[in-house]
Protein backbone atom coordinates (compact mmCIF):
# COMPACT_ATOMS: atom_id res chain seq x y z
CA UNK A 1 0.00 0.00 0.00
CA UNK A 2 1.01 3.78 -0.29
CA UNK A 3 -0.55 6.03 2.38
CA UNK A 4 -0.26 9.81 2.05
CA UNK A 5 -0.27 10.83 5.42
CA UNK A 6 -1.13 14.62 5.98
CA UNK A 7 -0.14 16.51 9.34
CA UNK A 8 2.87 13.77 9.46
CA UNK A 9 4.89 15.89 12.16
CA UNK A 10 1.77 16.29 14.43
CA UNK A 11 0.89 14.67 17.98
CA UNK A 12 -0.88 11.85 16.62
CA UNK A 13 0.73 12.18 12.96
CA UNK A 14 4.05 11.40 13.68
CA UNK A 15 3.17 8.74 16.28
CA UNK A 16 0.99 7.22 13.20
CA UNK A 17 4.27 7.15 11.02
CA UNK A 18 5.94 5.23 13.66
CA UNK A 19 3.32 3.00 14.11
CA UNK A 20 2.84 2.08 10.79
CA UNK A 21 6.35 1.90 9.41
CA UNK A 22 6.94 -0.87 12.68
CA UNK A 23 3.45 -2.90 11.49
CA UNK A 24 3.75 -2.07 7.63
CA UNK A 25 7.34 -2.45 6.59
CA UNK A 26 5.92 -3.41 2.76
CA UNK A 27 4.05 -0.46 2.51
CA UNK A 28 5.40 3.44 1.60
CA UNK A 29 4.48 6.48 3.11
CA UNK A 30 4.38 9.66 1.94
CA UNK A 31 3.80 12.46 4.78
CA UNK A 32 2.38 16.06 4.02
CA UNK A 33 2.97 18.96 7.07
CA UNK A 34 3.94 22.61 6.73
CA UNK A 35 5.30 22.35 9.83
CA UNK A 36 3.04 24.66 12.12
CA UNK A 37 4.43 25.64 15.46
CA UNK A 38 3.04 22.44 16.47
CA UNK A 39 4.79 20.03 14.47
CA UNK A 40 7.28 18.04 16.21
CA UNK A 41 10.61 18.78 13.80
CA UNK A 42 13.71 16.49 15.33
CA UNK A 43 11.64 13.34 15.09
CA UNK A 44 10.49 14.21 11.12
CA UNK A 45 14.66 14.98 10.57
CA UNK A 46 15.13 10.80 11.68
CA UNK A 47 12.17 9.45 9.86
CA UNK A 48 12.88 10.39 6.91
CA UNK A 49 16.12 8.37 7.09
CA UNK A 50 13.90 5.93 6.36
CA UNK A 51 13.68 4.97 2.54
CA UNK A 52 9.75 3.61 3.24
CA UNK A 53 8.92 7.70 4.03
CA UNK A 54 9.08 10.24 1.84
CA UNK A 55 8.14 13.78 3.10
CA UNK A 56 6.58 16.90 1.73
CA UNK A 57 6.95 20.77 3.49
CA UNK A 58 3.94 21.28 1.79
CA UNK A 59 0.36 23.33 3.03
CA UNK A 60 -2.41 21.28 2.37
CA UNK A 61 -4.67 24.10 1.12
CA UNK A 62 -2.17 24.62 -1.91
CA UNK A 63 -3.84 22.56 -4.79
CA UNK A 64 -0.82 23.01 -7.17
CA UNK A 65 1.40 21.46 -5.01
CA UNK A 66 -1.32 18.97 -3.56
CA UNK A 67 -1.74 17.99 -6.91
CA UNK A 68 1.89 17.54 -8.28
CA UNK A 69 2.45 15.37 -5.28
CA UNK A 70 -0.65 13.28 -6.30
CA UNK A 71 0.35 12.76 -9.65
CA UNK A 72 4.20 11.99 -8.88
CA UNK A 73 3.39 9.23 -5.54
CA UNK A 74 0.05 7.90 -6.74
CA UNK A 75 -1.19 6.96 -3.54
CA UNK A 76 -4.11 5.07 -3.10
CA UNK A 77 -4.72 5.42 0.68
CA UNK A 78 -4.78 9.15 2.07
CA UNK A 79 -5.09 9.80 5.85
CA UNK A 80 -6.09 13.42 6.79
CA UNK A 81 -4.47 14.41 10.27
CA UNK A 82 -3.43 17.80 9.17
CA UNK A 83 -5.62 20.24 11.17
CA UNK A 84 -5.14 23.49 13.03
CA UNK A 85 -6.13 21.55 16.94
CA UNK A 86 -6.04 24.18 19.66
CA UNK A 87 -9.43 25.37 21.07
CA UNK A 88 -7.83 27.66 22.76
CA UNK A 89 -6.42 29.45 19.80
CA UNK A 90 -9.34 29.00 17.60
CA UNK A 91 -11.54 31.50 19.90
CA UNK A 92 -8.67 34.00 19.53
CA UNK A 93 -8.43 33.12 15.66
CA UNK A 94 -10.86 31.59 13.64
CA UNK A 95 -9.69 32.03 10.57
CA UNK A 96 -6.98 29.80 10.10
CA UNK A 97 -8.70 27.08 11.26
CA UNK A 98 -11.74 27.26 8.77
CA UNK A 99 -9.02 27.86 6.23
CA UNK A 100 -7.01 24.74 6.89
CA UNK A 101 -9.72 22.66 8.57
CA UNK A 102 -12.40 22.94 5.93
CA UNK A 103 -10.95 24.54 2.94
CA UNK A 104 -7.57 22.10 2.94
CA UNK A 105 -9.48 18.98 3.46
CA UNK A 106 -11.43 20.16 0.13
CA UNK A 107 -8.08 20.21 -1.52
CA UNK A 108 -7.40 16.75 -0.35
CA UNK A 109 -10.59 15.43 -1.36
CA UNK A 110 -10.84 16.69 -4.83
CA UNK A 111 -7.30 15.45 -5.74
CA UNK A 112 -8.42 11.80 -4.46
CA UNK A 113 -11.44 11.97 -6.75
CA UNK A 114 -8.75 13.09 -9.45
CA UNK A 115 -6.63 10.43 -9.17
CA UNK A 116 -8.69 7.84 -8.41
CA UNK A 117 -7.62 7.34 -4.30
CA UNK A 118 -9.01 4.30 -3.19
CA UNK A 119 -9.78 5.31 0.33
CA UNK A 120 -9.64 8.13 1.83
CA UNK A 121 -9.96 8.57 5.79
CA UNK A 122 -10.72 11.79 7.33
CA UNK A 123 -9.34 12.04 11.38
CA UNK A 124 -12.37 13.62 13.44
CA UNK A 125 -13.17 14.29 17.07
CA UNK A 126 -15.59 14.05 19.37
CA UNK A 127 -15.83 17.46 20.24
CA UNK A 128 -18.12 17.52 16.93
CA UNK A 129 -21.28 16.00 19.10
CA UNK A 130 -20.90 19.33 21.88
CA UNK A 131 -21.00 18.10 25.34
CA UNK A 132 -23.36 16.11 27.64
CA UNK A 133 -24.04 17.25 31.20
CA UNK A 134 -21.77 16.00 34.03
CA UNK A 135 -24.75 14.09 35.61
CA UNK A 136 -26.38 12.23 32.88
CA UNK A 137 -26.81 11.65 29.34
CA UNK A 138 -25.97 8.73 27.20
CA UNK A 139 -22.86 8.46 25.22
CA UNK A 140 -22.89 10.34 21.53
CA UNK A 141 -23.62 7.44 19.12
CA UNK A 142 -21.87 7.94 15.66
CA UNK A 143 -25.59 9.18 14.86
CA UNK A 144 -25.68 11.76 17.15
CA UNK A 145 -26.49 15.38 16.16
CA UNK A 146 -23.54 17.48 15.53
CA UNK A 147 -23.33 20.35 17.96
CA UNK A 148 -19.89 21.71 18.40
CA UNK A 149 -19.72 24.52 20.55
CA UNK A 150 -15.92 26.12 19.60
CA UNK A 151 -14.63 27.63 16.31
CA UNK A 152 -12.60 24.65 16.01
CA UNK A 153 -14.85 21.62 16.75
CA UNK A 154 -17.18 23.30 14.29
CA UNK A 155 -14.45 23.70 11.80
CA UNK A 156 -14.26 19.90 12.02
CA UNK A 157 -17.59 18.91 12.06
CA UNK A 158 -17.77 20.97 8.41
CA UNK A 159 -14.90 18.54 7.28
CA UNK A 160 -16.70 16.02 8.18
CA UNK A 161 -19.80 17.11 6.52
CA UNK A 162 -17.94 18.11 3.73
CA UNK A 163 -16.42 14.61 3.35
CA UNK A 164 -19.63 12.81 3.78
CA UNK A 165 -21.48 15.26 0.92
CA UNK A 166 -18.01 13.44 -1.22
CA UNK A 167 -19.01 10.39 -0.77
CA UNK A 168 -22.70 11.28 -1.28
CA UNK A 169 -22.16 13.60 -4.17
CA UNK A 170 -19.12 11.80 -6.23
CA UNK A 171 -18.52 8.39 -4.58
CA UNK A 172 -15.77 9.22 -3.01
CA UNK A 173 -14.57 6.15 -0.97
CA UNK A 174 -14.10 7.54 2.21
CA UNK A 175 -14.09 6.60 6.17
CA UNK A 176 -14.16 9.36 9.79
CA UNK A 177 -13.15 8.67 12.83
CA UNK A 178 -14.07 10.71 15.92
CA UNK A 179 -11.70 9.69 19.13
CA UNK A 180 -11.77 11.32 22.29
CA UNK A 181 -8.93 13.45 24.05
CA UNK A 182 -5.08 11.55 23.17
CA UNK A 183 -2.46 11.44 25.30
CA UNK A 184 1.20 10.02 24.54
CA UNK A 185 4.55 11.05 23.26
CA UNK A 186 5.24 14.16 21.18
CA UNK A 187 2.24 16.34 22.09
CA UNK A 188 2.96 20.36 22.03
CA UNK A 189 3.42 21.89 25.53
CA UNK A 190 0.00 23.76 25.21
CA UNK A 191 -2.27 20.91 25.40
CA UNK A 192 -3.36 19.60 29.23
CA UNK A 193 -1.29 17.00 29.85
CA UNK A 194 2.05 18.22 28.98
CA UNK A 195 1.33 21.64 29.87
CA UNK A 196 1.21 20.70 33.32
CA UNK A 197 4.35 18.54 33.31
CA UNK A 198 6.15 21.49 32.04
CA UNK A 199 4.97 24.40 34.44
CA UNK A 200 5.36 21.39 37.14
CA UNK A 201 9.10 21.44 36.31
CA UNK A 202 10.01 24.72 36.12
CA UNK A 203 8.21 25.38 39.26
CA UNK A 204 5.14 27.10 38.43
CA UNK A 205 1.39 26.61 39.51
CA UNK A 206 -0.49 24.16 37.86
CA UNK A 207 -3.83 26.38 36.00
CA UNK A 208 -7.26 24.84 35.68
CA UNK A 209 -10.15 26.47 33.87
CA UNK A 210 -13.52 27.06 35.90
CA UNK A 211 -14.04 24.36 38.64
CA UNK A 212 -11.54 21.79 36.86
CA UNK A 213 -14.50 19.30 36.79
CA UNK A 214 -14.88 19.20 33.34
CA UNK A 215 -14.90 16.23 31.99
CA UNK A 216 -12.98 14.13 29.45
CA UNK A 217 -11.94 10.07 27.79
CA UNK A 218 -8.67 9.76 27.51
CA UNK A 219 -7.14 7.00 24.94
CA UNK A 220 -3.44 6.40 24.03
CA UNK A 221 -2.18 7.63 20.84
CA UNK A 222 -0.47 4.22 19.84
CA UNK A 223 -4.36 2.61 20.42
CA UNK A 224 -5.33 5.60 18.54
CA UNK A 225 -3.16 4.21 15.85
CA UNK A 226 -4.67 0.76 15.92
CA UNK A 227 -8.06 2.28 15.38
CA UNK A 228 -7.38 3.62 12.57
CA UNK A 229 -5.40 0.47 10.70
CA UNK A 230 -8.52 -1.14 12.28
CA UNK A 231 -10.80 0.85 10.00
CA UNK A 232 -8.44 1.29 6.51
CA UNK A 233 -8.87 -2.58 7.12
CA UNK A 234 -12.32 -3.58 8.41
CA UNK A 235 -14.04 -0.01 8.22
CA UNK A 236 -16.80 0.11 6.03
CA UNK A 237 -16.63 2.43 2.88
CA UNK A 238 -19.09 5.80 3.92
CA UNK A 239 -19.13 5.14 7.91
CA UNK A 240 -18.15 7.27 11.09
CA UNK A 241 -16.11 5.23 13.83
CA UNK A 242 -16.21 6.79 17.09
CA UNK A 243 -12.68 5.61 18.63
CA UNK A 244 -13.09 6.19 22.71
CA UNK A 245 -10.45 5.36 25.84
CA UNK A 246 -13.62 4.32 28.38
CA UNK A 247 -11.26 6.61 30.56
CA UNK A 248 -13.77 9.38 31.60
CA UNK A 249 -11.87 11.65 34.04
CA UNK A 250 -12.35 15.15 35.46
CA UNK A 251 -9.43 17.26 34.42
CA UNK A 252 -8.81 17.95 38.20
CA UNK A 253 -8.49 14.47 38.89
CA UNK A 254 -6.36 13.97 35.90
CA UNK A 255 -4.16 16.77 36.84
CA UNK A 256 -3.74 15.08 40.35
CA UNK A 257 -3.13 12.01 39.55
CA UNK A 258 -0.12 13.79 37.07
CA UNK A 259 1.26 15.95 39.78
CA UNK A 260 1.39 12.49 42.16
CA UNK A 261 3.35 10.75 39.41
CA UNK A 262 6.15 13.38 39.69
CA UNK A 263 5.38 13.26 43.55
CA UNK A 264 5.65 17.05 43.60
CA UNK A 265 3.53 19.13 46.04
CA UNK A 266 3.02 22.37 43.35
CA UNK A 267 -0.21 24.16 43.77
CA UNK A 268 -3.06 24.32 41.60
CA UNK A 269 -5.10 27.65 40.46
CA UNK A 270 -8.18 27.69 39.05
CA UNK A 271 -8.81 30.57 36.45
CA UNK A 272 -11.78 31.94 34.69
CA UNK A 273 -13.77 29.46 32.36
CA UNK A 274 -12.92 29.11 28.66
CA UNK A 275 -15.16 30.24 26.30
CA UNK A 276 -18.26 28.14 25.47
CA UNK A 277 -16.21 24.97 27.61
CA UNK A 278 -17.63 21.89 27.15
CA UNK A 279 -18.60 19.78 30.14
CA UNK A 280 -18.11 16.29 29.45
CA UNK A 281 -17.39 14.59 26.39
CA UNK A 282 -18.49 10.51 26.35
CA UNK A 283 -18.45 8.29 23.34
CA UNK A 284 -19.97 4.94 22.86
CA UNK A 285 -17.31 3.14 20.44
CA UNK A 286 -19.70 -0.12 20.15
CA UNK A 287 -19.27 0.27 16.25
CA UNK A 288 -15.53 -0.07 16.04
CA UNK A 289 -15.20 -2.49 18.97
CA UNK A 290 -17.14 -5.06 16.71
CA UNK A 291 -14.75 -4.91 14.24
CA UNK A 292 -12.83 -6.39 16.50
CA UNK A 293 -10.75 -3.28 18.15
CA UNK A 294 -10.82 -1.97 21.56
CA UNK A 295 -8.33 0.38 23.52
CA UNK A 296 -5.33 -2.00 25.17
CA UNK A 297 -3.45 0.57 27.04
CA UNK A 298 -4.31 0.77 30.81
CA UNK A 299 -4.37 4.56 31.69
CA UNK A 300 -2.51 4.63 34.97
CA UNK A 301 0.58 3.05 32.62
CA UNK A 302 0.01 5.09 29.88
CA UNK A 303 0.13 8.22 31.56
CA UNK A 304 3.24 6.78 33.52
CA UNK A 305 4.89 6.32 30.46
CA UNK A 306 4.00 9.61 29.10
CA UNK A 307 5.16 11.69 32.32
CA UNK A 308 8.54 9.64 32.09
CA UNK A 309 8.92 10.55 28.19
CA UNK A 310 8.26 14.29 29.20
CA UNK A 311 10.60 14.33 31.80
CA UNK A 312 13.43 12.95 29.22
CA UNK A 313 12.78 15.46 26.42
N1 LIG B 1 -4.96 15.52 19.92
C1 LIG B 1 -6.16 15.05 20.22
O1 LIG B 1 -6.44 14.74 21.38
C2 LIG B 1 -7.17 14.82 19.13
C3 LIG B 1 -8.38 14.21 19.45
C4 LIG B 1 -9.31 13.96 18.44
C5 LIG B 1 -9.02 14.33 17.13
N2 LIG B 1 -7.85 14.96 16.84
C6 LIG B 1 -7.58 15.31 15.44
O2 LIG B 1 -6.42 14.61 15.05
C7 LIG B 1 -5.68 15.36 14.08
C8 LIG B 1 -4.25 15.52 14.56
O3 LIG B 1 -4.26 16.19 15.82
P1 LIG B 1 -2.91 16.49 16.59
O4 LIG B 1 -3.23 16.56 18.03
O5 LIG B 1 -1.84 15.59 16.10
O6 LIG B 1 -2.65 17.97 16.06
P2 LIG B 1 -1.29 18.81 16.07
O7 LIG B 1 -1.69 20.22 16.18
O8 LIG B 1 -0.33 18.24 17.06
O9 LIG B 1 -0.66 18.54 14.63
C9 LIG B 1 -1.22 19.04 13.46
C10 LIG B 1 -0.16 18.91 12.36
O10 LIG B 1 -0.77 19.40 11.15
C11 LIG B 1 0.14 20.28 10.50
N3 LIG B 1 -0.63 21.26 9.74
C12 LIG B 1 -1.40 22.28 10.22
N4 LIG B 1 -1.91 23.00 9.22
C13 LIG B 1 -1.47 22.42 8.07
C14 LIG B 1 -1.65 22.70 6.70
N5 LIG B 1 -2.41 23.74 6.30
N6 LIG B 1 -1.04 21.93 5.78
C15 LIG B 1 -0.26 20.89 6.18
N7 LIG B 1 -0.03 20.57 7.46
C16 LIG B 1 -0.65 21.33 8.39
C17 LIG B 1 0.95 20.92 11.63
O11 LIG B 1 2.18 21.40 11.15
C18 LIG B 1 1.09 19.75 12.60
O12 LIG B 1 2.24 19.00 12.32
C19 LIG B 1 -6.42 16.67 13.92
O13 LIG B 1 -7.21 16.59 12.77
C20 LIG B 1 -7.30 16.77 15.17
O14 LIG B 1 -8.46 17.48 14.90
C21 LIG B 1 -6.91 15.21 17.80
Known amino acids: MK ?3 TGCAGFIGINFIKYW ?5 EDTLVGVDCLTYAANKKPLQKLVQNP ?5 KTDICDRTE ?4 FQTEKPNTVVNFAAESHVDRSIQNPDIFLKTNVLGTQVLLDACLRYGVERYHQIS ?3 VYGDLPLESGEPFTESSPLKPSSPYSTSKAAADLLVLAYYKTYGLPITISRSSNNY ?3 QHAEKFIPNIIKRAGEGIKILIYGDGKNVRD ?3 VNDHCSAIDMILQKGKIGEIYNIGGDNEMPNLVLAKKILSILKTEIGIQFVEDRKGHDRRYSLNSQKIKKLGWKPRTLF ?3 LTDTVKWYLKE
Open 52 to 56: NFIFY
Open 218 to 220: WLY
Open 21 to 25: LNRHA
Open 300 to 302: DEG
Open 66 to 69: IDRI
Open 184 to 186: GKY
Open 3 to 5: LLI
Open 125 to 127: TDE
